[in-house]
């Protein structure tokens, strides 16, 4: 029986893309303030190369050993804006500097935590962060940013929002791949391990490892195996694929803590696709019947994969955490752009399935002429999915200089192309200059 399990995870490793897409080192940073900038960042730089000295190493052992990829190898920290306060700086760019060259030198893929908190307001040293942020994501090379602008218990800060519309505007203008590495989010959850809107939360434990797992093409491959079965079956043998690669990464997390002498936190169980043939969350939803993404249908199957997902999830490891679901960003993912290329897939739609997947707006390419205050209202839509739903969503959304609805762009790696997006063209510039907060809604009210 042993031996039939590692004929079949090796099998789903070789053909079906299974992977562990990261295994994260979340260290907090709350010993580093100091009103002295300087100091602040020596203690940073410090403590990431200090604690994180092996986990490539490690990581790279794991591989080797056990067979298993291990995609990316990553750090999260403290929100900066948290630790920042203390010094009179004026921006924080030296505090990015200072993580981008620790990032270098322990060899990770990213280090995320260049963020700031400000679902009910702004705090001492929030704004100073944010408006930071075009510089930051251009002159650095491995820093994540993200941003936490509302919550089910505090509401929608409005003024953020607008804030944030105009970086991202800002951003676009000096580089098209500066917004890749930003995430505006509503319920940021404190353990997520996947970039680039990681951060290491202040209720966390001082250094902890998290461990990000994917295998859209394991369960594309099991559902071909129940074609024309009930739904109710289809939704079983999802669950059962999810438990099996979860199982994996509790595998691959313990080992890792084990050996860099941390706790191990949590296993997030999201399938992450990539540009790989035959990795696309949204052919496994044209598996379950879909001809294609986006038509009638699209936002039931998806619900039926993210719950199956997370209960096969919950069954094999006690430990689930993170955003734990299906991710469905448009340029990882080749089923994704066929469905945008061949019109059956339109940011409304994308808005939709948010509702029942996790994060939200990923990677969506949009016409570099569109207005900050569009950018704006895009997110204050998926903050109110989000808020209502009691749920974390996100906006990555990439205004494209130069370019226009029908063009495409290249990222390149693990973010593939993207096809540039029509936006609606009406405004909602006066609803964004309001400003303010939106209210916590009613079910908020739970003590």
Do not use: W
Not at 193 to 204: D, I, R, W
Not at 205 to 213: C, E, L, S
Not at 219 to 240: C, F, N, R
Not at 248 to 268: K, Y
């Amino acid at each position: 029986m042993e031996t039939e399990k590692i004929k079949e995870t090796i099998h789903m490793i070789s053909d079906e893309n299974l992977d562990v897409r990261t295994i994260t080192m979340g260290i907090s940073l709350l010993d580093c303030i100091d009103s002295d900038s300087t100091v602040a960042c020596e203690k940073i730089y410090q403590k990431i190369t200090t604690k994180a000295k092996h986990l490539v190493e490690v990581g790279r052992q794991i591989e080797v050993e056990y067979g298993i990829p291990i995609i990316n190898k990553r750090i999260s920290v403290t929100p900066i804006a948290i630790i920042a306060a203390a010094s009179s700086d004026k921006d924080y760019f030296k505090y990015a500097k200072t993580l981008d060259k620790a990032a270098k030198n322990l060899g990770v893929n990213f280090i995320g935590g260049f963020s700031a908190l400000v679902q009910k307001g702004y705090q001492t040293g929030d704004l100073k962060l944010i408006r930071s942020l075009p510089r930051v994501l251009a002159e650095t090379d491995l820093v994540c940013a993200s941003v936490n602008i509302g919550s089910t218990r505090s509401g929608i800060n409005m003024d953020a929002v607008a804030e944030m519309g105009k970086i991202i505007k800002q951003a676009s203008e000096r580089s098209f791949m500066t917004n890749t590495k930003m995430v505006v989010f509503c319920n940021a959850v404190e353990d997520n391990p996947f970039m680039a809107g990681a951060f290491h939360g202040v209720g966390e434990r001082d250094t902890v490892i998290n461990v990000g797992v994917s295998g859209p093409g394991v369960v594309k491959h099991a559902l071909e195996e129940v074609k024309g079965e009930p739904i109710d079956v289809v939704a079983e043998t999802i669950k059962k694929t999810a438990f099996k690669v979860t199982r994996m990464g509790q595998l691959v997390g313990t080992i890792a803590a084990e050996r860099l002498g941390v706790p191990f936190g949590i296993v997030d169980l999201s399938l992450a696709p990539t540009p790989a043939v035959g990795d696309s969350v949204a052919q496994i939803l044209e598996e379950i019947g879909l001809e294609q993404v986006g038509t009638h249908g699209t936002t039931a199957a998806l619900a039926l994969l993210n719950d199956a997902v997370k209960k096969g999830g919950i069954m094999a490891c006690s430990q689930v955490g993170g955003l734990s679901g299906a991710f469905i960003p448009v340029s990882e993912d080749a089923g994704m752009i066929a469905g945008v290329n061949s019109g059956s897939l339109n940011i409304e739609k994308l808005e939709a399935m948010t509702a029942v997947c996790s994060v939200g707006l990923d990677m969506i390419a949009v016409p570099g002429k569109t207005p900050a205050e569009t950018i704006a209202a895009m997110i204050a839509d998926e903050a109110a999915i989000g808020m209502i739903n009691n749920k974390t969503t996100a906006v990555r959304v990439l205004p494209i200089q130069g370019k226009d609805v029908g063009d495409t762009v290249e990222f390149g790696g693990l973010l593939g192309h993207a096809p540039v997006m029509a936006v609606n063209a009406a405004s909602s510039a006066a609803m964004i200059q309001r400003g303010g907060l939106i209210p916590a809604p009613i079910h908020s009210f739970k003590n």
